[in-house]
């Protein structure tokens, strides 16, 4: 619809007073808002001097229902346009013309007041209309303006508080939505945010081809460099950081059969520079398809890397490709596979479609979201004799129906126990379980769970942390974070579906043998990454969603 030109959004504080009438050059434009990602529809915008101009209605119709809304009315008799904060806009969202040509206007000789409160800020009057700057109203009315190359819009952000930043970076929108947290498998996680020791952080993201890696300091989240690498081969597989470095696993298909490179784990120094690499060629892992349906973590250790992940193996006599785990064992020091990678290994799982891992001391422990051989979450102690494995959760249903009712996202392990957190159906109301269906399940309502299970006596117990099962509500699939030694967090968003648009957050704090360590805290517009897990620095929570190429949001929460 018409053509979009680039804006030049700059922000200028004007101390002029608006009862001054000039007469400038003005520019007609049409350009695409969005409000929170959501795309709204294009309206009209002048060109004054180089900045551009938005009509008051216009913008204050589009963040209607956010945390910026306002109100405009026009006191005609005094000649005052009054905006009131916080109050849903009452007016009509009628679509303005726009001039293409060059037209004269005036600056606008109405007060404005905000609140009640008079405001000097440079206006115009277009059409019997007042344009301002986008930025200036930003800065009143509490939201951030992000201009989309890519997509050739404006991005209004609200609801930014203390808990939200707006920091520098962005790419794809990695968000968790009713739709994941039901998912039958996961998805590779394209973005970690770390801790480097110094009073720093970085984010590293992929989008398409590209990896980039930005650095923050830590005490105002300012931007302090970024580096792009591009991808070497086109499946992003994982990414962790070492005690000497950074690894970074990325793969290609191999449908064929040819015996090709399907993975090849990158050893980085800590400027993310290439040190050394491993290959591994199809035929070695049984892998036509690497890292397929999961989502693929990796643990270093000492001079050893673990690289936990998923598959679709070589066909088999039955004539198809089946779906399972892959576990990589890498010796960091020489770059070489030092486990047998073939068609069954022993912590053979499949459908695998979830995977994590993390180190007890000097072994690894895994864990998979199996829905066949087992269909359960699995946990292997893979570095003692015979990765011994225990059924965390067992899942009813029919054997290697995709459809299990649970999303598995976190698994953390305490001086005591090992913890994993999911979401979960009530299996009581499912009749069948197909690939794509849970037959007798009228809603999807999920609670979130906490399993955990003694090291020594391998005793289970289930803590429930909510109660939405009748209540028309869906836990998302939820975080698992370390704060302290024996302190852990779990996230989730609250997704109601009598209230759809509602954003809301909840959180609690459990020891290792799942004792509850306060009361659960509901916080409104926090989301939750699909994939970022959070990162702790001095006891606070953060992670990250981007928004757009452009736009970035930084998430916290203080836990005292």
């Not at 913008?59 to 405009?72: C, M, Y």
């Amino acid at each position: 619809m018409k053509r979009c030109i680039k804006l030049l959004l700059t922000m200028v504080c004007s101390i002029v007073c608006t009862t001054t009438v000039f007469a400038e050059n003005a520019v007609g434009d049409y350009v695409q808002l969005c409000v929170n990602g959501q795309q709204e529809d294009y309206v009209a915008v002048y060109n004054i001097n180089g900045n551009n101009y938005f009509r008051l209605r216009d913008v204050a119709s589009k963040v209607k229902g956010t945390t910026a809304q306002f109100d405009v009315s026009w006191n005609a008799q005094e000649r005052k346009i009054e905006i009131t904060s916080g109050k849903a806009y009452t007016g009509a969202a009628e679509v303005n013309g726009a001039y293409y040509e060059t037209i004269f206007v005036q600056s606008s000789n109405a007060a404005i007041l905000v609140d009640g409160v008079p405001q000097n800020l440079n206006a115009y009057t277009i059409q019997g209309n007042t344009y301002f700057k986008l930025r200036d109203l930003a800065e009143l009315l509490g939201f951030s303006v992000v201009w989309n190359g890519a997509e050739n819009t404006i991005d209004l952000i609200t609801g930014m508080t203390e808990n939200k930043m707006l920091i520098e970076g962005g790419g794809e929108k990695r968000v968790v939505t009713p739709q994941s947290s039901k998912a039958n498998y996961a998805k590779t996680s394209k973005s970690y945010l770390f801790d480097n020791g110094d009073g720093t952080c970085s984010i590293l993201d992929v989008n398409g081809d590209t990896i980039q890696i930005d650095t923050y300091q830590m005490q105002d989240f300012q931007k302090i460099s970024g580096k792009t690498i591009a991808m070497p081969l086109p499946l992003f597989g994982g990414f962790c950081k070492g005690e000497d470095g950074y690894y970074i696993a990325v793969g290609q298909s191999d449908q064929e059969q040819v015996n090709k490179e399907v993975i090849r784990i990158i050893k980085y120094d800590t400027d993310f520079q290439e040190v050394d690499h491993v290959s591994i060629n199809s035929a070695d892992c049984f892998t036509t398809i690497p890292f397929d349906a999961g989502s693929g973590k990796m643990a270093a250790q000492g001079d050893k890397l673990i690289f936990h992940t998923s598959r679709e193996r070589y066909l088999t006599e039955d004539g198809l490709n089946h779906q399972s785990q892959l576990t990589i064992v890498v010796n960091t020091d020489t770059m070489t596979v030092e486990n047998d990678m073939g068609r069954f290994q022993p912590n053979h799982v499949s459908h695998s479609f979830n995977q994590f891992v993390a180190y007890d001391g000097s072994y690894p422990v895994l864990v998979d979201h199996g829905d066949a051989y087992p269909r359960s979450i699995v946990l292997h102690e893979y570095g003692k004799s015979g990765s011994p494995s225990y059924d965390l959760v067992e899942i009813p249903g029919e054997i290697g129906a995709n459809a299990t009712g649970i999303t598995l996202g976190g698994f953390a392990i305490s001086d005591s126990s090992y913890m994993v957190a999911y979401n979960t159906i009530d299996h009581q109301k499912v009749t069948q379980y197909k690939n794509n269906e849970m037959v007798g399940l009228d809603t999807d309502e999920r609670n979130v769970v906490v399993t955990i299970q003694d090291k020594n006596t391998h005793n289970i117990q289930d803590v429930t942390l909510t109660d939405f099962i009748g209540h028309q509500k869906l836990a998302s699939t939820p975080k698992l974070v370390q704060i302290q030694e024996d302190c852990f967090a779990v996230l989730w968003n609250v997704f109601d579906y009598q209230n759809p648009a509602q954003s809301t957050l909840q959180y609690v704090l459990i020891d290792g043998s799942g004792n509850l360590l306060g009361q659960t805290v509901t916080m409104q517009d926090m989301e939750l990454s699909y994939d970022c897990q959070p990162m702790v620095y001095e006891d606070t929570i953060y992670w990250y969603i981007n928004q757009n190429e452009n736009s970035r949001i930084l998430y916290q929460i203080e836990i005292s």
